[in-house]
């Protein structure tokens, strides 16, 4: 079963914008994370918050955390071609078990 | 240092027939996952085994699906006998073991097309 669920299912944008994508996910959970995916590196991992963090950044990313919402966002600044990409939010409830959503396709033209 | 390893990359069989997957993963790796990933879906986990023990194998479905990490190194998942609705990619996974902040670390996948 998809514990979190991504918004929007789609998204494509000119290079140099910004790109957001929402995640959402039903139970409580002890951190979340933001995978991406692409046919040329298959699934990676890009960034973990604690549920006792709001932000965190790393590199051109920038990911909240609400958790009174049972929310995360992912924010791509100044994309490239090379971010298309299809991104993946990923909750963990304890161990080392993650529960990953739908995903959001993101197309980023040059 | 290579990642982690899975053959074969893609797979064509007929319905009814048994099909395995193989996985290597990255070297001192104890944890290792099996997932399966249907098209415009995220992966889902079948099996998570720590070292030799399978210790979350709830979502696989054992009518069909077995799975096995003898020496706690090398895994091989097995479907027998596939069904159409088995079409689908088949990741692995592994991680350190250092609980609930561990990074996963998948394969390329084996993407498996029954017919």
């Known amino acids: 079963s998809q514990q979190g669920e991504e918004d929007p299912q789609a998204l494509s944008i000119q290079e140099g914008e910004n790109a957001t994508m929402n995640c959402s996910y039903k139970t409580s959970i002890n951190n979340l994370q933001w995978y991406r995916q692409n046919s040329g590196r298959g699934l990676v991992h890009l960034i973990l918050?604690?549920?006792?963090?709001r932000e965190k950044h790393s590199g051109r990313l920038r990911v909240t955390l609400d958790t009174s919402k049972k929310s995360s966002s992912l924010l791509i600044t100044a994309s490239r071609a090379a971010d298309t990409a299809s991104y993946f939010c990923a909750t963990n409830r304890g161990y080392s078990t993650l529960t990953f959503g739908k995903g959001t396709m993101l197309l980023v033209s040059p | 240092e290579a990642g982690v390893v899975q053959s074969p990359r893609y797979k064509i069989i007929e319905k009814k027939q048994p099909v395995a997957f193989w996985c290597n993963p990255i070297s001192g790796h104890n944890t290792l996952y099996w997932y399966l990933q249907n098209l415009g879906q995220g992966p889902e986990l079948l099996i998570r085994y720590e070292n030799e023990e399978a210790v979350d194998d709830s979502q696989l479905p054992k009518d069909r699906f077995s799975a096995e990490r003898l020496k706690g190194v090398d895994s091989t998942l097995k479907i027998q006998p596939a069904e159409l609705g088995d079409s689908a990619v088949y990741l692995c996974a592994s991680s350190l073991a250092r609980g609930q902040e561990d990074t996963q670390y998948f394969g390329p996948g084996t993407r498996l097309t029954v017919l």
């Open positions: 918050i604690r549920s006792n963090e």
